[in-house]
């Protein structure tokens, strides 16, 4: 899985001792937790001083309600299940911009596909597929980000969003699906560059 | 599982988000050929690139931390909530003996395998004493055949100019068949459990100078007429 066990030990042992008020035990969480919780923001709401912020309020959750942690999920899904909340609660305060499941850009015609698709380095490809990242809706792009991003499981994605597994798996289909298409729009193939072995 | 299942579980499969199992299970159509090497190549491609942090993206600043830190003291931590007694689950030899249904409901309610045993001890004794003198109370008690009744009721078959009576206590029979005669009235039925009588006036009496005369008395304690039925 996405966790080595020991990890998941350390961070339930982390929790314990920050439920007693340990400072240090709260800084050591924050040093495993701190970067990750911020680049999950900053993805979601696209702006760096609101994802800051976020991250603060995250970690002052976790400080605040570690006592009440009864370590039925993991800690790393607990954490970013406060992350998603309060970024959600933060696109909603400020009304940014952003795309919803029905406002996902259409898919562009079959016939578009792969034309003049090239072979091409790796920096560009990711390049595009962060382009293309960006155009999903974002219910697609976070089922996406938290699996390849933060090594999350389909079941611990669908406590983290708040649905069924089964919309997971789906959610991640169209998202492939639209990438997909969005990148051969772009003439970018995403099968043509050997990224990770 | 079969293609599309491990198709769609190709994503977590390179993300190493998948049990061993179903790992195992999408290796298969991996290595069969079912799932195609460019379909995996393109969701490698996917994982990679949204892994890694883009140039475009801002630096998280370990500062965080610090400002964090400082503010630490103003947030109170909540209270643990209350300790959740976990009632172990019956086992299947427990199943087996019987002690289900409404018995077995009620054990579990009351957490009775969780009682230490001397307060099991302290209450089963308890119940045993007030078993014990329940007992005691319902064999000693007078037997009493009579009907519940109250002062109100009315008897089953009344005249008209009826009365309900009741004496004083320590009014004699002497004392009583002198009122009686006194007010020209005749007991039609009673005693009752309570002390009632039901009296008539004789149809020629005065019935109301009757009844006067009878409330008048110290040895009468309660006197009210009948309804005709």
Redesign the interface.
Known sequence: ??EAVSDIDRDQALIARI?T?D?RA??AL??VY??RV??YA??LISD?TR??EV??DV??EV??????F?GRSRVSTWILGITRNLALNSIRRKALDTVTVDDAPPIADESTESAGAVALD?AT???G??AA?SQLSQDHRDV??L???H????E?IAEIVGCPEGTV?TR??HA?KQ??TLLARQGLD???????S | MNRQEAE??L??Y??????AREAQAVEAFIDSGAISR??L??????????????PD??D???Q??Q???T??DD???????EPVVVVPERTAHQEGTGRGGWLGALVERLQWRLTPPLARALIAAQLLLVLGLAAALVLQAPSIDREYETVSATPAATQAGSYTLQFAPGTTEADLRRLLVDADATIVSGPSALGLYTIAFAPDADADAGAARLRGSSLVSYLQPLPPG
């Open positions: 899985m996405s439920a008020g400072k709260f800084e924050f040093r701190g970067e911020f680049r900053v993805r760096p994802a800051e991250t603060n970690m002052l400080w605040k309600n570690a006592p009440r009864e790796r490809l990711s390049q597929i962060r990242l996406v980000e699996t390849f991003f090594g999350c499981s389909y611990e798996k991640m289909f492939r990438l997909h995403p099968a043509s560059v050997e990224m990770a | 769609e579980l994503p977590w390179v993300a190493g988000a998948l049990s460019s379909t190549d393109e969701v490698r491609s996917y994982a990679a690139a949204t892994a890694e942090t883009g993206e801002p998280y600043d370990p965080i931390l400002r964090v830190l503010r630490l947030v109170p931590q909540m209270a643990p909530e």
